[in-house]
């Protein structure tokens, strides 16, 4: 088999790779679905049934994507500069945590809007802090920051644990390993009524507009894409990697953060060691399936959440394991990496 | 403080050493052969996960051990065909392909694991490896306990080693496959094929890593459960560079390392009022400390994450 690169990329070819993707990718693990004794197009209408067949399945999945977006944006940020920022798991435990502690009751008598911006805005510098770490060591040493950000995660978890079995321990939990709770009033309202949906998820469709505008509309924007695109290139135009670097690191790390908050703020408000099924993985994925494009981590968001969410109900349907959603989106991304190869590359006839 | 100091003379603390260092230099091996090529694999935990889960399955169903430990290595080596044909084939990210096998492989792991063994039921136990005393010399005194009353393949993983360090530093083979992580167009210009040198060194890497895995499921512990490798692959990658990319000094990164772990366990029963977590953490501050200590000396192959492509520059 021979390679050529293709002299022209066309928009048409780039929005049918994730769609190639996902469908390779479910027809992977249809095969697996069928090992397990199940009719593979039954699993996968159960799934959709359970990711949208009723109102609450379709506020359910959207909740599971609210913190994906945040953890996709920060992947894709991260990755449009090649910061390979893995530690998205870690800056959302952070994230959370943080959120817990200042939102249970350092901020009573303050506005209440101006308390909830405060208890982001924290979360966001604990996300920010916890990967400029990395990132410096990065650009000091030159040590990868693939390893130290996924050592961190491990760090961070066990932290996290050592607070909530601590000095953040909910003392009224019966003694469950839980933080003590962010302050009812600082918790997000419903944005669909008698649903777990929150007004969160406005803020995580908000950030990627922000996001968008700043890769695209900036001279930052330029530069962070710049350095992805060709390190030495930019450095030889005059573009400072070492400045560029870590403010896409602060960036990143902020919207993890976010996420960590909003689940909190949104969702449990507490903290435990299980408050995240891998959303800072499951956020690598998402950005990749969007081609690292911040409109795109949107709709990718919202497809890993419906699979996490239909295998749930398929899986008490049918009793296939519910990890054929890991299956399904990590071949997606697997899948993904091949497709956009296609788009760059030609085999030679 | 004497008890934590007593501890050290204990010869059982240094049999565990050595044991929980087993799947570590398995991992930073396979690790280590892989960059030496030039190809960094980030599918280790996910190879790892599968080599624990698939040799503890293989036994779990009736196979032998070792015919347990074999299948596990298979498994991981055609999960190395994968990230070699992605990263060598294809030329793509070695980063985001390396994460992108390690979820798929713990995922499908899991799923298997969940097929046979339904949720809510106990993880069923299999007969694990027991030690092997070597005649006469696991009678010594102190070291007879350390070194020569180990489980099989403890002994299989120090021979891997002397095998890897021959191998890289006296052979033909060796040198081939460190032109290839240095400068793999030298290489084809001595005639080798450095695409074909990288996918070998991928898949054997592989197979060690997957050995590593399975150690855990099949000796260290005598079941299977998710989450069990805990980040181990990722430790072996940090020993890579901690050890300058030499096998010798992976070997005794990794038992250095595992010191600490068997120490920071039995310190845990002895000091008290120190929360259990900061001890847990210990292992992987250690990691990024000794990356921070390495970084300023370290040789990294020049090739390493350098695609190679035919005719290309």
Known sequence: MRLERRTHTSTKLVLTAPVVAIFVSLSISGILIILAGVNPFLAYLEILKGAFGSKLAITETLTRACPLILTGLAASVAFKARLWNIGGEGQFYIGALVAAAIGNNLLIGIPILLAMVLVMISSMIAGAILLAGPAFLRLRFGIDEVVTTLLLNFIIILFVGLMIEGPLKDPFAFGWPQSVPVDRSLRFSDLIPSSRLHNGFLIAVFAALIIWTIITKTSFGLKARATGLSPKAAAFSGISLTKTIMIVALISGALAGLAGAIEVMGVTGYVTTTLSPGFGYAGIVVAMLAALHPGGVIISAVFIASIFIGADAMSRATGVPSFIADVIMSLSLLAMLIAIFFTNYRIKK | ?313
């Open chain 2, 1 to 313: 403080m004497i008890e934590a100091l007593e501890i050290l003379t204990n010869a059982s603390l240094w049999s565990a050493v050595l044991r929980i260092a087993t799947p570590l230099i398995f991992g930073v091996l396979g690790a280590l052969l892989c960059e030496r090529a030039g190809v960094l694999n980030l599918a280790i935990e996910g190879i790892m996960t599968m080599g624990a889960m698939i040799g503890w399955l293989a036994v779990y169903l009736g196979a032998d051990l070792w015919t347990g430990l074999a299948i596990a290595a298979a498994s991981g080596a055609a999960l190395g065909l994968l990230h070699a044909f992605l990263t060598v084939s294809l030329s793509l990210s070695q980063h985001v392909s390396g994460l992108g096998i390690t979820l798929f492989a713990s995922s499908l792991a899991y799923f298997v694991y969940r097929l046979v063994v339904t949720v809510g039921s106990l993880p069923p136990s299999i007969e694990p490896f027991q030690p092997i005393k070597i005649p006469l010399l696991s009678k010594l005194p102190f070291i007879g306990e350390i070194f020569f009353s180990q489980m099989g393949p403890t002994y299989l993983a120090i021979i891997a080693v002397l095998i890897m360090i021959y191998v890289l530093n006296r052979t033909p083979l060796g040198l081939a496959i460190r032109m290839t992580g240095e400068n793999p167009h030298a290489v084809e210009a001595q005639g080798l094929n450095p695409i074909v040198i990288r996918i070998v060194a991928i898949v054997v890497g592989s197979a060690l890593m997957a050995l590593g895995g399975s150690f855990l499921t099949t000796a260290a512990f005598n079941s299977f459960f998710p989450e069990m490798v805990q980040g181990r692959g990722w430790i072996c990658i940090a020993l890579v560079i901690f050890a300058s990319w030499q096998p010798g000094k992976a070997f005794f990164g990794a038992i250095l390392f595992s010191f600490f772990d068997a120490y920071q366990l039995r310190l845990q029963h002895v000091v008290e009022d120190v929360p259990y977590q900061l001890f847990l953490m210990a292992p992987y501050v250690l990691s990024i400390i000794a990356l921070i200590l390495v970084s300023r000396r370290a040789k990294v192959p020049e090739a390493l994450m350098a695609p190679y492509r035919r005719g290309e520059r």
